[in-house]
């Protein structure tokens, strides 16, 4: 399953691949903001994406409403800091499956990712 | 009549065969020698006539008469010898590898030394290497006599060359070796061996060995060489200050005197006449028939001498100790540390420092979690708090991880290491004052001499001695004991 992780830190990219390889995916991109992101998208083509909020040049929100915007219909989950109930709202207004509120555990994200692919396949 | 008859040439025919003369006797009428007549008394004579005998008789006809009073002697023919057929051989691709470098080394560099230690006597061969040819014989030429009559050419005889399944003889002659090994080659014979024998000692005239096999050395090993082999090497006279890698056994027949600078690793047993100032690593068992003197030696097996003596020196075994006499009467300081495994104790070591660092790296992670933790109660806990803790808790995730695998491994060495220690050491005559056990963390300086049979074990948690008579004493009352503090000496 390919995978783009969009987060403005390395170290969180870094953790977050390291999750993602123990659970056995390795096809990864990585994504240091909103914008970036949106530029990699067409290539690359994910099946999930894990997007942070606060990032710099386009924030997590606005990339999730242009990328459905786009009509790519891949589910993305937000991991953020953000853990106000009108933010979670708001994200998943904008086309958001699920939320990671930072800090998190290896497992926590893990069981994340699972449920947000059930759902989906469901 | 008879005066004319001396008139008439005549043919004279070498006994060999190999020339026929025409002669022409003095007073002979010349305008009677026709070419058809000298042809027909050739002819009638039975020697060949070839292009050479009919130009050597239309000169002499050509020519004006000259001396009419002497013999003329005309070389009307001659023999073509045969050209004898030539024997086949063998040639052998002798260069050696390790002196071929030592040779390229002189060509090449003057600045470079070339290591005399270092030129091979034997050849080694690796499998599928062209080792040498056999060469053809050539059949020779047939050559004819005066008479016209073959003389038959000797053809040259085959090769004589005996070869068995180390060496394959492709079809056009070239012989390629079919293992590993050492050339052999002598009367007519070639194979390959795994095992070189050296009839004499290993110095100059061998150089340095490393084989691929086992070697056996008639006499001894001088100074300074190195013999390494995989397999066993045994050596029936005495191996001076010289190096010896046995990957299997080494038989030092005639004793091992290194004068410090003996060097010995055997991936089996060490079996020998004696050992004299030799370190080294022996990773199965010692057996040696008389002494090891001031010798450095791991023994990652027993040691099994109860005729023999260690004296001076610092023996390492892991396995029991069976000897005839520990030290000396001179006090000498014999030291023996015993219950250790030094082939897994470094790792046991490196194992310790590993867990110990990561645990400090843990515990400072979770200091610095807890405080994050303390300001989140407080509700002071900011974004690049949380970030922070995201990490803090991965990282402490990878290194639980790693710290719980180190553990696990550490605990597994430490069981081997418990598993394979022995702690048994059996004296048959003496155990003299300078000798010096150390196990676990602490030295036993014998100070007073006791005789045997005696025998050093653990009881429990002590280190004790028991007599034959069954009395067990702690080794306190014959030795003084010491705490090892680690990088000082005990002694």
Known sequence: MKVMLVDDSKTMRNIQKGILTQLGYTELEEACDGLDALSKVGAFQPELLLVDWNMPNMDGLTFVKKYREQGHKSPIIMVTTEAEKSRVVEAIKAGVQNYVVKPFTPDLLGERIKETLERVAA | ?491
Not at chain 2, 92 to 101: C, P, R, V
Not at chain 2, 363 to 378: A, F, G, W
Request: net charge negative; aromatic share 4%; with cysteine.
């Open chain 2, 1 to 491: 009549m008879a005066a004319e008859q001396h008139k008439t040439p005549s043919v004279i025919i070498a006994p060999d065969k190999a020339t026929a003369t025409l002669q022409i006797p003095p007073g002979c009428e010349r305008a009677l020698l026709t070419e058809q007549l000298l042809i027909g008394q050739i002819t009638g004579a039975g020697v060949e006539v070839t292009e050479h005998t009919t130009r050597v008789i239309r000169s002499f006809i050509a020519q004006p008469p000259d001396d009419q009073d002497k013999t003329i002697s005309l070389d009307i023919a001659h023999a073509t010898p045969p050209v004898h057929g030539i024997d086949g051989k063998v040639v052998w691709n002798d260069k050696d590898k390790d002196k071929a470098t030592a040779e390229d080394h002189a060509q090449t560099s003057d600045k470079e030394p070339v290591s005399y230690y270092d030129q091979s006597a034997f050849l080694m061969v690796d499998t599928g290497d062209e080792i040498g040819r056999v060469i053809p014989p050539e059949p020779g030429e047939d050559g004819r006599d005066v008479t016209g009559k073959t003389i038959s050419a000797k053809s040259g005889k085959e090769a004589q060359l005996q070869i068995d399944e180390s060496i394959m003889r492709r079809s056009n002659g070239t012989l390629i070796a079919q293992q590993d090994g050492v050339l052999y080659r002598e009367l007519g014979k070639a194979m390959i061996r795994k095992l070189i024998q050296v009839n004499e000692f290993v110095d100059f005239s061998t150089g340095n060995i490393n084989f691929d096999g086992d070697i056996i050395i008639g006499k001894g090993v001088r100074d300074c060489f190195e013999v390494t082999a995989t397999g066993n090497i045994e050596v029936n006279g005495m191996i001076e200050a010289a190096t010896i890698n046995a990957g299997k056994d080494l038989n030092a027949k005639g004793g091992f005197a290194g004068r410090e600078r003996g060097h010995v690793f055997t991936g089996g047993c060490l079996l020998g006449k004696y050992l004299d100032n030799v370190a080294g690593h022996v990773k199965q068992d010692l057996k040696i028939d008389r002494e090891v003197i001031n010798c450095e030696l791991k023994i990652d097996g027993q040691i099994f001498s109860p005729q023999g003596s260690i004296i001076g020196g610092r023996i390492i075994p892991t396995g029991e100790v069976h000897i005839g006499t520990l030290g000396s009467d001179a006090g000498v300081l014999t030291e023996l540390v015993i219950g250790s495994v030094p082939t897994l104790e470094p790792f046991a070591f490196k194992l310790e420092d590993i867990a110990g660092q990561l645990s400090q790296d843990v515990q400072k992670l979770t200091d610095e979690k807890d405080t994050i933790d303390k300001n989140s109660t407080k509700g002071r806990m900011t974004a690049m708090d949380k970030e922070r803790e995201t990490e803090i808790i991965f990282e402490l995730s990878i290194l639980g991880s790693l710290l719980d695998k180190a553990q696990r491994t550490l605990d597994l060495v430490r069981t081997e290491i418990n598993k394979r220690r022995r702690v048994d050491v059996k004296v048959e005559r003496s155990v003299f004052y300078g000798v010096k056990f150390e196990l676990d963390g602490r030295s036993y300086k014998m100070n007073q001499t006791i005789s045997g049979p005696v025998r050093f074990v653990m009881d429990g948690k002590a280190f004790v001695y028991k007599k034959s008579d069954g009395s067990v004493q702690p080794i306190g009352q014959v030795a003084d004991v010491h705490a090892i503090i680690p990088g000082k000496s005990a002694a």
